[in-house]
Every structure is written in C-alpha cells, then in structure tokens.
C-alpha cells in the first residue's frame, strides 16, 4: 500500500468539513481495509467504517489539532473493531482478492507460485497472535511508522518494536521452505 | 559480552534495522555482525521479503456502490445527528430560560411567551413520544441493524 499522504494542508482549517470530506475520501478504503483484516467480513468491516466516521466526525471541530489524523483514525477502527469481535465471539478469515491479470514478462508459472506464497503468507499471518498480526499490519501494510502504531494501539514503541520481531521471527519460522 | 550472547542480541535487534529504526551506533553494530555471520544475513533477507510481500498481499476491494453507499449515509447521518443534538440543546435553554423569568418576576405570561412555551412543550413531547416508541420497538424490531 502506497505511503499515508500528508495531512490535507491545502484545505483551510476554516472549512471543517471539506477538510473532513478530504480526508474521509482518503482514508475511508485504509479504515475498511484495516477493520476488515481484523473481523474477516466485509459487511462488518463496512459497517465499522461507517460508524467509525461517524465518531471521528463528531469530534471533528473539537479535536485535538496537534494530533495527526491517521493514528487516531486508526485507533477508532481498532476499538469498534473489537468491539464487534466480542460480539460477535469469533474472527473470520477474509478471501483475497481474486488473481489480477498476469503480466507477459512474468509468466503464469511464476505468477502462480507468487501467488500461493502470498496465500500461504495470509494464513499464517491470520495465525500469529492478535497483538502481533494487528502490529505487523499497520507497519508492512499500512506503513504506519512506529510512533503512529503505538498511538493506534495504545501501547509503548518498545512494545511494538517487540511484537513486530516476535511477528516477523515467527513467520520466518513458519516459512522456512518457501522463503 | 561473548559472541554467542551477542549475536541473540543482534538478532533481536534485526527487525528494528530492517525499519531504520536503531540509533547510529546500533545500526552500526548490526552491520558489523552482519559482515561476519551468514545465518543473520539470511534472517534479514527473510524479513525482507516477507516484508515485501506483505505490503502486496492484495485484499478485496469492496464495489464501489457500497462505497458510494457509505458516503451518502454519512452525509445523511451526521447532520442529523448534529441537528438532534441542537434540538435537544435548545429545547432545554429555553425552558430553563422560562423557568428563571418565571421564578424572578412571578406574573402571568404574555402572549409571545405563551405561543414560546407551547412550541417548546410541543417539541419536549414529540421527541419523549419517539423515544419513547424507539424503546419500545427496539427489542422486536428485526430491521433494527439495517442501516438507513
């Protein structure tokens, strides 16, 4: 996933909600994806997104402006999210996207084992630990920085430089043979 | 520190190097250990890739009219919300309002202030008669986690 833009800047801080508009219209499919690679389901992870702009747009004009948008939106995600996997007292596991067009240079010999790695790689992320897989998601996938991930989930940097090891040892582990 | 307790120390500082994330000095060491041992360069190009993949793992995208859908919704929602809000914040200034002319200068009212008091009456009663039908539908409302 392409890098997190910079906060919309040019939008003046005096239209509060075309800033919001902006902004929803930037990370609304990053908040959907990331309440769907927590709950699995994408009617769920739609109806997470929906609520989670609702929240953010009620605390929109009164919030704290020295704080950056995406780790708070995140970490609204990350609590409905649970939220709703309490509820619901069990994860899924989401389908990926079906196999894109294969490229000429690339050959579908290729592309299918790149294609099964990528799988293999999904299910043994979806087997790690919910503290490390969430971690380990927010950094490769999202490409939060350390400081945006222990503000989105509440934790101490120490702990996600941690987690992200444990994460990444683990896999490394459990991909011995296809790495 | 011997070589066997420093190469666990580096190890565990691999990822941290893979995301720039060691002081100078730290990265430095990591580099030097790096120079010397196959199984922690091997360990990093590993993170590497998985990183790498990762980054690629490609989830569904949801069809665009459920995006659409959700746009609208929010833009439908959070007015009302707002206005609710405003509603209920009025409503309540105002009797409170009516209360304090009331009990400072006891006297029967006049005309405006009447036709104020029962747009305000009015409005207290229809916002109690829908919450009070929302409580009442609520456990039997099997349509209730459609969104609207």
């Not at chain 1, 908040?31 to 992870?45: E, F, H, I, K, T």
């Not at chain 2, 250990?33 to 190009?45: D, G, I, K, P, V």
């Not at chain 2, 200034?93 to 008091?117: D, F, K």
């Amino acid at each position: 996933m392409a890098a997190i833009p910079v906060a919309v800047a040019q939008v003046s801080r005096f239209e509060p909600e075309a800033e919001f508009a902006e902004l929803f219209a930037q990370y609304r499919l990053r908040a959907y994806y990331y309440a769907l690679q927590m709950l699995g389901n994408p009617d769920d992870a739609l109806e997470v997104t929906q609520e989670a702009f609702l929240r953010l747009h009620r605390h929109w004009v009164r919030r704290d402006r020295s704080r950056p948008f995406a780790p708070w939106m995140y970490s609204v995600v990350r609590n409905l999210s649970i939220d709703l996997l309490r509820k619901r007292a069990c994860r899924q596991e989401c389908e990926l996207e079906a196999a894109p067009e294969v490229a000429p240079e690339v050959g579908p010999e290729r592309e299918s084992q790149r294609r099964q790695l990528t799988e293999r790689l999904w299910r043994e992320i979806a087997r790690l630990p919910e503290a490390q897989r969430e971690v380990l998601l927010l950094r490769d996938w999202h490409g939060l920085s350390y400081a945006e991930i222990a503000e989105a989930t509440g934790t101490s940097l120490t702990t996600v430089n941690s987690r992200l090891h444990d994460a990444r040892s683990r896999l490394r582990e459990r991909l011995r043979g296809y790495l | 520190m011997n070589g066997e307790t420093s190469h666990a120390a580096i190890e565990r500082m691999l990822s941290a190097y893979l995301d720039e994330q060691l002081t100078q000095a730290e990265a430095q060491r990591v580099q030097l250990h790096l120079e010397e041992c196959a199984s922690c360069r091997t360990a990093l190009e590993q993170m590497r890739e998985i990183q790498r993949l990762t980054a690629q793992i490609p989830f569904r995208r949801p069809p665009e009219e459920a995006l659409e859908a959700l746009e609208g919704r929010l833009s439908v929602r959070a007015p009302r919300r707002g206005g609710w809000a405003l509603l209920i914040m009025g409503v309540a200034g105002w009797i409170l309002y009516g209360l304090i002319v009331l009990l400072r200068h006891p006297r029967w009212p006049s005309v405006p202030e009447l036709i104020a008091a029962a747009v305000v009456i009015g409005l207290l009663l229809l916002f109690v008669s829908v919450l009070r039908q929302r409580l009442l539908e609520r456990p039997h409302d099997r349509y209730r986690k459609i969104k609207r």
